[in-house]
């Protein structure tokens, strides 16, 4: 009989990670701006789910926790690289990042202003508006208060608008407008921004 419940489980996980795999690699990409660490992220989220799978699975909302798991290896991930950084900087001078090439997508400005903000900000504005979770399931994935969702994503907002300031940027991304409320077409281009190449 245990080998019967063993394989349900088995088959139910396999299902799980086929469903939201994508979702858990987009969400990793954009909190880390990295798409081949957004891969191994969503791996690692998910291989730690299953050594877990009796609690997942008995979760009012599992794809909540994977994403909750997503953000925590993310920020851990966000605090390494810029220890590294930090060392490296001792020794090499910093050289600007730029892109010389005239035809990248706007979105390109998205990502790079998304990179900019503190990673609760970046989260609160990412779940929100390219994931479209309502501030409660963001609250839940994040381990924060409603409240500081509320202010969080306000904030990032803001934020990205200081930062894409007078750009044609949020205009030329095509996205549609004024189908979020607050910083409307910051957020749409956010939303936007997080759709993989």
């Not at 795999?21 to 998910?46: F, M, N, P, Q």
């Not at 730690?48 to 699975?57: F, G, I, L, N, S």
């Not at 009012?60 to 993310?74: E, F, I, T």
């Not at 390219?130 to 409603?146: N, Q, W, Y």
Request: net charge positive.
């Amino acid at each position: 009989m245990g080998t019967a419940i063993d394989t349900a489980a088995a088959a139910e996980f396999h299902e799980f990670f086929e469903r939201h795999y994508a979702e858990l690699a987009r969400l990793a990409y954009l909190l880390t701006g990295d798409s081949d660490a957004a891969d191994d992220l969503a791996a690692d989220a998910l291989v730690a789910m299953w050594h877990q799978w009796d609690r997942v699975r008995a979760a009012d909302h599992p794809a909540a926790y994977a994403r909750g798991v997503v953000a925590n290896l993310a920020r851990t991930r966000i605090r390494s690289m810029v220890r590294e950084r930090r060392r490296v900087a001792l020794f090499w001078s910093q050289r600007s990042e730029r892109t010389d090439d005239p035809d990248v997508p706007a979105v390109l400005d998205v990502r790079e202003a998304l990179r900019r903000l503190p990673f609760r900000k970046r989260a609160c504005v990412v779940l929100r508006h390219a994931f479209d979770l309502s501030e409660r399931e963001t609250a839940a994935t994040l381990g924060i208060s409603v409240g500081t969702v509320k202010s969080q994503t306000s904030r990032g907002i803001a934020e990205l608008e200081r930062l894409l300031g007078g750009s044609d940027a949020v205009r030329d991304l095509g996205a549609p407008r004024g189908r979020r409320s607050g910083g409307s077409e910051t957020a749409a281009a956010a939303g936007h921004a997080g759709r993989r190449n």
